[in-house]
């Protein structure tokens, strides 16, 4: 095991490149997140309505549609054929998806993934077992359960419980039943299932996961030679399994991490300090050496920090 492995998580990157580059695409994706709140929030709180609507639906300075091609799919099956505006806004939010990276929606967009980022961060602070971790596949039974839900009620069925917009919901009315879902969240992933909503449960993600199956955005460990075994990387993934094929590949495998899971939210990036990772696209053929043709002595890990 790499005597590395002891540290703080980032820690070493902290000291190699400061607080700021160490944290540069977490505080991006706040930063983004809490821009596409404010401005459904603008209208609501302030009168400034530029943007009327939800992350379901909504328009842009009276011009622009968007629409969540999820709701879409969900109106469909319940045999509800939607309005000309809401394909046109279904099509541009899912061509941007499938070419950016659908998960890009769940770290960069959705108003949920600092409530779940929190619960991880006190869930590690507390240091409490990962406990309950449901199957990989559980995620498309529950999204197929939500179409086929929607398709005998003939209803939007996620929209009854979907916690993103029970977020909007209470940001505009206040304290109600709607932070009940919130915070069912937040205390499921801190007691329940480390991770377990966003990574396991939820339909949304899942959708947006298969949407950029072959999405044109990646991260790549392309420096992977470099590697010191300090897992770092391995601790802060919100879906550590898509990592491995990359950083551990043999000569002439692809350093791109190319799973669909992989949510590009660069905190592996971030916190690695032998600038192993970087953002590139699919087509990066650059040849890089696997861990075979490392030269430096570090063993390969044998634990993990996010174990």
Known sequence: MSAKTKLPVGQEAIEEFGWLRAHRFLLLRRATQIFFLSLFLLGPWFGIWWVKGNLSGSLTFNILPLTDPFILLQSIVGQHWPETTALIG????????????????????????????????????????????????????????????????????????????????????????????????????????????????????????????KSVVRISAVERSACDDCMDCFAVCPEMHVITPALRGKDGDTPLILSPDCTNCGRCIDVCAMDVFKFTHRFDDTPVPGREGRTRTQPASGASKAA
């Open 90 to 213: 279904a099509i541009i939010v899912g061509v941007a998806y499938a070419l950016i990276g659908g998960r890009v929606y769940c770290s960069w967009v959705c108003p949920i993934n600092p409530v779940t980022d929190g619960a991880h961060w006190l869930h590690e602070k507390l240091g409490m077992q990962k406990g309950w971790q449901p199957k990989h596949n559980t995620r498309y039974w529950i999204l197929g359960m939500v179409l086929a839900v929607s398709a005998i009620t003939g209803s939007v069925a996620w929209e009854f419980v979907n916690p993103i917009s029970m977020l909007h919901r209470g940001l505009i009315f206040g304290m109600g039943f709607a932070w009940a879902f919130v915070v069912a969240v937040f205390i499921f992933d801190l007691f329940v299932s480390r991770r377990g909503w966003c990574g396991h449960l939820c339909p949304v993600g899942t959708f947006y996961g298969l949407l950029g199956t």
